[in-house]
């Protein structure tokens, strides 16, 4: 099974300057319906929107509703949570009797979680007592299914990037979570705007460079300078094989 990963898409529909970007998630929509085979999901890891309006999401809606695979979204520091939620309730996967976007997706023999990294206070992430107890009992479900987790904010350190939680010992908490669960086989983030892996235990951590590629920090060729990124995440039974896309 392959799965796709999209992430920081900044969708900005109030600034002219800001229009590549939907050219942008366009090119990338287009390049990952062309794939054989084609994903059998797209997650998109946060940041859908930049400014969080409500023509912000009809825009990228309207973007991603041409993907010809499911598309699901973790919650990223520059969404709110309401507008989101309204973006792709019609999936009908997100539970309806919590606070926080958290949710689990079976496909076929794998699982997918999103866990909610949204700090109302800052652009950091946040993993509260309330997520920790939501993600718990979504991880033990099912624990033994190969599952991925993806989320906006790494809850670790990365090469050359500081941690990007506002509380170190509330990252710790959710480090702890995805490590204790033995289905987990892989962890998908966004945020930094740059490809890197990392050991999270006995899986990889990796993130994947903004859509958006006039706020993407990966280091490119004048070949490729200008254009959006994307992985493409390969599973076969526990194990994932994870591979850079240029769009």
């Excluded at 300057?17 to 998109?44: F, G, K, M, W, Y």
């Excluded at 909610?116 to 939501?134: K, Y």
Aim: proline share 4%.
């Amino acid at each position: 099974m392959i799965i796709a990963q999209i992430s920081d898409t900044h969708i900005q529909t109030q600034l002219p300057s800001a229009r590549s970007r939907l050219e942008d998630l366009a090119c990338t929509v287009a390049s990952i319906n062309a794939l054989r085979p084609r994903p059998a999901a797209v997650l998109h890891t946060g940041d859908v929107a930049h400014d969080a309006t409500s023509s912000d999401y009809a825009a990228a809606r309207a973007a991603l509703s041409r993907l010809a695979c499911p598309v699901y979204a973790a919650v990223g520091n520059r969404d709110r949570r309401e507008l989101f939620r309204d973006t792709f309730a019609s999936q009908g996967h997100f539970e309806c009797d919590s606070s926080f976007v958290q949710f689990a997706v079976d496909l076929g023999a794998a699982r997918i979680v999103a866990v909610d990294t949204l700090d109302a206070q800052s652009n950091l992430g946040d993993f509260c007592t309330e997520r920790e107890v939501s993600l718990r009992r979504l991880l033990e479900v099912r624990r033994e299914q190969p599952t991925l987790v993806f989320l906006h904010h790494p809850p670790v350190a990365l090469p050359g990037s500081p941690l990007q939680f506002r509380d170190s010992t509330r990252a710790a908490s959710l480090v702890r979570c995805l490590t204790q669960c033995s289905g987990v086989i892989g962890v998908f983030a966004g945020h930094v705007h740059r490809a890197c892996a990392v050991a999270l235990g006995g899986v990889t951590l990796s993130t994947v460079p903004s859509i958006a590629a006039d706020l993407s920090w990966e280091e490119l060729s004048n070949r490729h300078a200008g254009r959006p990124i994307y992985h493409l995440h390969a599973i076969e039974g526990s194990q994932v094989a994870s591979a850079s896309i240029v769009a």
